[in-house]
């Protein structure tokens, strides 16, 4: 039987990985515990930049970019599933769930990450992976269920239909001492890179502290 991880994120895109938890990744692989990643999607739909010509093309040039940037956080855990990027809410939610509750089950986390209720920043297919995921959480008996954190941005979310779902932090981890290569991981989803413009932008104490909210029994 495989080593139980210490942290499994299931996630929706390539690129979903590296913006807030890269750094805590860094910190459990470093201490020697397993982490793995499961992404849904092969992010087809995404930001081109003129890279390239079809949803097809950009799909491998992602898969080449995540696997960049897993190897730079150090993780080789991953799973690539093919739900089509940016219509995860008309897949029979169903179908994620059992995704998401097989992984729970056979990997042996002691923590899931996904995103909150409110996707952070409203993205069907973040908010679609959270009902998958939670739901497949609510489903494993309490004794055997591992801990379940959301992405949680301290700042509370400008649209107001967000802010009515924002869930504040509970955990705070100071990742400063992997600023360069979490940047580097970052940096390894090139087509990717009006998305880090954003993010940095709006969210720049993220890059040094990566904060969750932990869901409650």
């Known amino acids: 039987m495989t080593q139980p991880l210490k942290l499994l994120l299931i996630v929706p895109h390539p690129d979903d990985e590296v913006y807030g938890a890269a750094g805590t990744l860094m910190d459990f692989l470093e ?3 397993s982490c793995g990643l499961v992404t849904l999607t092969r992010g087809e739909a995404g930001r081109t930049l003129g890279l390239c010509d079809s949803p097809e093309e950009l799909a491998r040039m992602r898969a080449a970019e995540l696997r960049a940037c897993l190897d730079e956080i150090g993780l080789t855990r991953h799973e690539q599933h093919t739900f089509p990027d940016k219509y995860l809410q008309d897949e029979p939610l169903e179908a994620l769930v059992e995704v998401a509750r097989e992984a729970m089950t056979r ?10 209720p409110n996707g952070s920043n409203g993205h069907p297919d973040h908010v679609t992976t959270h009902r998958a995921v939670k739901a497949a959480w609510d489903r494993l008996p309490p004794a055997g269920r591992p801990r379940l954190w959301y992405y949680a941005s301290p700042t509370p979310p400008e649209r107001e239909d967000l802010r009515a779902a924002w869930l504040a932090p509970t955990l705070r981890r100071d990742v400063t001492r992997h600023v ?3 940047l580097r991981a970052i940096g390894c989803h090139r087509s990717q890179a009006l998305s880090t413009v954003d993010f940095m932008r709006k969210f720049p104490e993220r890059i040094t502290e990566e904060t969750f909210y932990e869901v409650g029994e």
């Open 31 to 33: 201490e020697g515990h």
């Open 107 to 116: 990997l042996r986390p002691e923590t899931v990450l996904t995103f909150p």
């Open 180 to 182: 360069t290569r979490k």
